[in-house]
């Protein structure tokens, strides 16, 4: 099931770097093992939140989800939705501003959690209950 993210436009921020979505992520969605997939979507201009966001996402799957990293068990994407190139990821997640998705593919089977309202209540203020949230939608997604 697609969840809708919210439509954020007040971000003030210039994006510092941007991850690639590759064709062998793509193809690793198809594989037989479920893949994890972490999407932080910001606008060019960003904001104070969409920063705080994207840091305790990062903070959380370093300090937490460390080897499901090394082992490809978990991607994480930074995507800016004002690119062309990232269109196809942004339609398929209803992404037109700021938010963030984690999403599990198996077999084709795509389950996705959005965590934007989340994301923009705590990030900036209460990094840890943010942290925490994500933290156990990911474990849950990872069973």
């Known amino acids: 099931m697609l969840?809708?993210?919210t439509l954020i436009v007040s971000c003030q921020?210039?994006?510092e770097s941007n991850n690639r979505l590759s064709e062998k992520d793509s193809l690793l969605t198809q594989a037989n093992q479920p893949v994890i997939l972490v999407y932080n979507f910001f606008g060019t201009h960003r904001c104070p939140s969409?920063?705080?966001i994207?840091?305790?996402?990062?903070?959380?799957?370093?300090?937490?989800?460390?080897?499901e990293l090394k082992q490809g068990k978990i991607k994480q994407y930074s995507v800016n939705v004002d690119e062309e190139k990232n269109s196809q990821v942004c339609e398929k997640y209803q992404a037109?501003?700021?938010g963030i998705v984690i999403a599990?593919?198996?077999?084709?089977?795509?389950?996705?959690?959005?965590?934007?309202?989340?994301?923009?209540?705590?990030?900036?203020?209460?990094?840890?209950?943010?942290?925490?949230i994500l933290k156990?939608?990911?474990s849950n997604l990872l069973k």
């Open 3 to 5: 969840l809708l993210l």
């Open 13 to 15: 921020h210039n994006n």
């Open 50 to 52: 969409c920063i705080a």
């Open 54 to 67: 994207e840091e305790a996402t990062k903070k959380t799957l370093e300090t937490y989800f460390q080897n």
């Open 96 to 98: 037109f501003g700021s």
């Open 104 to 132: 599990r593919i198996d077999n084709s089977k795509d389950t996705s959690i959005n965590l934007t309202s989340e994301g923009f209540k705590y990030a900036l203020k209460k990094q840890e209950k943010f942290i925490e």
């Open 136 to 138: 156990s939608h990911i």
